[in-house]
């Protein structure tokens, strides 16, 4: 099937800009939209990242302020790391997962972990996707991969849990997991 075929291929060899390919010089916030929008692989439109978003994200503590009216490297890592997680985590569990994995690493290691994860990420599905199915496989296919998904949402809901702090009994992160939905 043609389609999966090209799906396929752009898991395979499509990925988002390197760290060193970012633009040296600092983005107005209508460049940085632009950019970030062709950082992830997207078949259908949707909801893209817009100003309003980048500045929740500022103010929910998940993006850095920029710098004048200009967004860095940092700024366009993040807000990479960000559009992908925001697929599959709400914006707390991204805040909180994106703080933790912070520690004392610089936005450039940070980034370098997410494009190596990603990217693992990518080639494992791809492994999944037979370009031979016909037709009438391709439900099953999806369920598969749907079930994955479920799956791995589950154990990293699980390990995000482990990371809280200890003091905060379960039934209380629990109970405020369940107002946040």
Not at 159 to 174: F, I, M, Q, T, Y
Request: proline share 5%; with cysteine.
């Amino acid at each position: 099937m043609e389609e999966l075929e090209e799906l396929k291929k752009r898991l395979e060899e499509e990925r988002p800009m390197t760290w060193d390919s970012f633009p040296d010089i600092g983005l107005y916030m209508d460049q940085v939209i632009s950019y970030v929008s062709r950082q992830l692989i997207t078949y259908d439109q949707g909801e893209g990242l817009t100003p309003a978003m980048v500045n929740n994200y500022i103010k929910d503590g998940l993006l850095p302020r920029a710098e004048g009216k200009r967004y860095s490297k940092t700024h366009l890592a993040y807000l990479t790391a960000i559009c992908a997680l925001k697929q599959v985590l709400s914006v707390k569990e991204t805040r909180e997962l994106l703080r933790l994995s912070r520690g004392e690493r610089t936005a450039e290691d940070l980034y370098a972990t997410f494009y190596s994860e990603l990217s693992l990420a990518q080639d494992c599905t791809a492994e999944v996707l037979d370009p031979e199915l016909d037709r009438e496989d391709l439900p099953r296919l999806a369920l598969r991969l749907a079930l994955r998904s479920y799956a791995d949402k589950l154990a990293c809901e699980r390990v995000l849990s482990l990371l809280e702090p200890a003091e905060r009994p379960p039934e209380k992160r629990r109970r405020e997991k369940d107002r946040e939905r």
